[in-house]
């Protein structure tokens, strides 16, 4: 018997360093660790301990003999990765954790972001003693795309929300939330009061088309569809057309993957989730029947991974089609083989009736979004392929063809934003930096894809954020990091923005959802109004005053020291 990675992977790699005969892999030493779409577990080299199940932040990791029918088929994903030849040790990899100079005193770090890069930074810099982190987030809540860009019927992934509770009650963290950096406060006052300033900004900005009709209304961006579905304050009031029996995204990575589940779902499936209550009420009522994806190339060059593509396919209330793909043809590499062997057994099913469907549109690309005042259809070009140096290239050809629709979702790629004051690649959509150092700033990091670009999964924030950190140490520790800071941020911060959310308000507001959630035998139930997340942070005295008198009982008992992660090794 041996375990197995599922779906839910978040690739954080805690996994890893739990497993005692090293037979999960990629590691994060590994060269192809950044480039995977899941982690594996050798069936072969396991041997059925189970430290990597209380390891895995969100539950990924099952026995294969309690894996349930849609789990089946990453048995042989697992296996499959691990029949190719590869020369790995048997010792499994040690995290290093670089120690900061005790001469040098308490280490004070200002982190712009509230995401998983944020947060695995954050813990990051808490393994070692005498540090103070400020998380500081334009938004009263926390957690970035966890909160705001996992689909609501991927609660599995979401759990990853109870390892970022536990870096938030670690000693020297604080939040500074519902305070724009750049308008509430500069990045020079940060740097005033912080030894180092770590951007973990994200890349929310999607590129664009560049084809005629693109700003019609109709037309909008697949980011912004799954920050309206789930309950982001920036689009609680966005209104997109569902009186169209089909809709059409154009890309088909995981994003676009995600909105057509979403759209193709009978509503009463996600009413149990935390999907954002006007969305659900929008998805009731809605006409869309078929989703059309396109992909400019072929299906071995799609940009979806093997686990969500095999998520999906799960789903028999969802039929599949598939157009424009040689499904047959020979490939070297073995999970793009597993990804056509899956799109042929989906595309043979037969198609039942009153089933809601989605449409793989390969080697299809949009050359213009036509109508009047409103979207009514999208001229498509089909493409002929042509390899480039090893690389398979899109060529348009004359067949153009009108795919009728009353709604476009753009999910081609993303790029960051610059910060005023923080040098920014416009070309990349990065902040420039060499291992998270900002190029040309003094004590300033980034981290997440504000630093590398829009790639890798939430846990490839960890050893993003470990490289980072080890840099933010070792400046430190040579004296690179101005020691004269002033005091006083948070009355500083208090004076322009009275209402600013601390830790305690976001958790007023966490119960808060949580509560009305429950009462309707749901997760939560998402605040999507500033307004109104503010005053259920405004009930932080009686969280307060829950946390001390919780914070009196521990206090009795004896101290137990608990490390957050398998991966955690802190300096004392």
């Not at 308490?106 to 070692?128: M, Q």
């Amino acid at each position: 018997m041996a375990h197995v990675v599922t779906q839910a992977c978040c690739g954080d790699a805690s996994c890893v360093f739990a497993c005692p005969v090293n037979a999960i892999h990629p590691t994060p030493d590994e060269a192809d660790f950044g480039l995977a779409e899941m982690l594996y577990v050798d069936p072969v080299s396991c041997v059925d301990c189970g430290a990597c199940v209380s390891a895995c932040p969100v539950g990924a990791i099952v026995p294969d003999t309690k894996l349930l029918e849609p789990q089946l088929p990453f048995v042989d994903v697992n296996a499959l990765f691990h029949a190719a030849e590869r020369d790995y040790p048997v010792q499994a990899p040690v995290a290093p954790v670089l120690a900061q100079d005790p001469q040098r005193g308490r280490l004070r770090v200002a982190i712009v972001g509230s995401g998983p890069a944020a947060l695995y930074a954050a813990d990051e810099l808490l393994k070692r003693p005498d540090v103070e982190v400020r998380v500081i987030d334009r938004l009263p809540t926390p957690y970035g795309l966890v909160r705001a860009g996992v689909a609501p019927d991927h609660q599995h992934t979401k759990a990853i929300d109870e390892l970022f509770r536990q870096i938030e009650d670690q000693p020297g963290f604080s939040y500074v939330l519902d305070v724009e950096v750049g308008a509430d406060v500069t990045h020079d006052e940060l740097l005033e009061h912080h030894h180092a300033v770590l951007y973990a900004t994200g890349a929310s900005q999607d590129r664009t088309l560049g084809i005629p009709g693109e700003r019609l209304p109709g037309s909008g961006t697949a980011t912004d569809f799954v920050a309206w579905y789930n309950g982001h304050p920036d689009h609680a009031d966005d209104v997109f057309d569902l009186s169209s029996d089909r809709a059409v995204i154009v890309g088909n990575g995981n994003v676009a993957l995600d909105v057509a589940r979403i759209l193709a779902t009978h509503p009463a499936r996600l009413a149990s989730t935390d999907i954002a209550d006007h969305a659900l009420a929008a998805l009731r009522s809605s006409a869309v029947r078929e989703v059309v994806l396109l992909g400019r190339r072929g299906a071995a060059e799609a940009a979806f991974t093997l686990p969500e593509l095999l998520g999906l396919l799960s789903r028999d209330d969802i039929d599949i089609v598939v157009e424009g793909a040689d499904l047959t043809q020979p490939v070297e590499d073995v999970m793009v083989g597993q990804k056509l062997s899956a799109l042929r057994a989906a595309a043979a099913r037969p198609h039942r009736d009153g089933n809601r469907r989605i449409v793989f549109r390969f080697t299809s690309s949009p050359v213009e979004i036509v109508g009047d005042e409103h979207v009514t259809g999208v001229r498509v070009s089909r493409n002929e392929l042509a390899t480039d140096g090893g690389v398979v290239r899109a060529v348009p050809t004359s067949d153009i063809s009108t795919i009728t629709t009353g709604l476009v979702l753009r999910s081609i790629g993303y790029r960051g934003v610059p910060v005023a004051g923080v040098p920014f690649d416009e070309e990349q959509g990065v902040m420039p930096n060499t291992g998270g150092r900002v190029s040309g700033a003094q004590r300033t990091y980034a981290v997440g894809w504000i630093k590398r670009g829009p790639t890798g999964f939430i846990g490839t924030n960890k050893t993003c954020a470990q490289e980072t950190v080890e840099h933010v140490i070792a400046d430190f520790n040579a004296g690179l990091l101005d020691e004269s800071l002033r005091d006083g941020f948070d009355a500083l911060v208090r004076s322009r923005v009275p209402d600013r959310v601390d830790a305690m308000g976001w958790r007023a507001i966490d119960r808060a959802e949580r509560l009305a959630g429950a009462r309707q035998g749901r997760p939560r139930r998402k605040l999507t109004h500033v307004g109104d997340l503010l005053e259920a942070a405004a009930s932080a005295p009686t969280e307060r005053r829950r946390w001390r008198d919780l914070a009196r009982r521990r206090s009795a008992r004896p101290t137990v020291v608990r490390r957050v992660g398998a991966s955690s090794s802190r300096v004392d």
